[in-house]
């Protein structure tokens, strides 16, 4: 079973709007990372929040973390044509990460 | 070098041929990850190898896949008598080391089509 889950799993807005996607897992963590993914290639590294962290900033992202609901949240505000893309989450189980199955975020102009 | 580097970028094969692809890390990294995703998915673990540590091939689907590093550099994972459902985009990653405080790096990944 998946330790990570996004939700929703398609998420489609207007240029300018914020997007929300969320993460639940099941198991205790140290930390929790964001991925994007453009064109089913390579991922590239977002985030990473500690589970002693409750909320990140790094330029137009924000990450949430509450570690009792098991749960995290990734906010990208005033959203670009250039946001468009898979977003997954990761946790660590034991020495990898294991990721969940994303949430396809499409922005239209 | 700069990133992680994989080749082949694409691979078509028909049924029943072996594959090889390569994973080229960062330099200086020595934890490197093998996953699969196949379409529309998520990433599915295969194998990891830290320094000259044994690697975990716990992920890796059966007996006609296996992986191998030299040191820490240049990894590849092999395919055997290639199936259909082996199709799919294999992505490689490397880090610092393992454990969860270090972000992976990913490469763009080989994506290969079995016809």
């Known amino acids: 079973s998946q330790q990570g889950e996004e939700d929703p799993q398609a998420l489609s807005i207007q240029e300018g709007e914020n997007a929300t996607m969320n993460c639940s897992y099941k198991?205790?963590?140290?930390?929790l990372q964001w991925y994007r993914q453009n064109s089913g290639r390579g991922l590239v590294h977002l985030i990473l929040?500690?589970?002693?962290?409750r909320e990140k900033h790094s330029g137009r992202l924000r990450v949430t973390l509450d570690t009792s609901k098991k749960s995290s949240s990734l906010l990208i505000t005033a959203s670009r044509a250039a946001d468009t893309a898979s977003y997954f989450c990761?946790?660590?189980?034991?020495?990898?990460?294991?990721f969940g199955q994303g949430t396809r975020l499409t922005i239209n102009p | 070098g700069a990133g992680v580097s994989q080749s082949p970028s694409n691979k078509v094969t028909e049924k029943g041929k072996d594959v090889e692809l390569r994973c080229d890390p960062i330099?200086?990294?020595?934890?490197l990850y093998w996953y699969r995703q196949r379409l529309g998915q998520g990433l599915e673990f295969l194998i990891y190898?830290?320094?000259?540590?044994?690697?975990?091939k716990s992920g890796l689907p059966s007996d006609r896949f296996s992986a191998e590093r030299t040191g820490e550099s240049v990894s590849t994972l092999t395919i055997q008598r290639t199936q259909q459902e082996d199709s799919a985009v294999y992505l490689c990653?490397?880090?610092?080391?393992?454990?969860?405080?270090?972000?992976?790096?990913f490469g763009s990944g080989t994506r290969l089509t079995v016809v």
């Open positions: 990653a490397s880090s610092k080391r393992t454990g969860s405080d270090y972000g992976y790096t």
């Open positions: 198991t205790s963590i140290n930390n």
């Open positions: 929040i500690r589970s002693n962290e």
């Open positions: 990761a946790t660590p189980v034991g020495q990898k990460l294991v």
């Open positions: 330099s200086g990294h020595t934890a």
């Open positions: 190898f830290q320094g000259n540590s044994a690697p975990d």
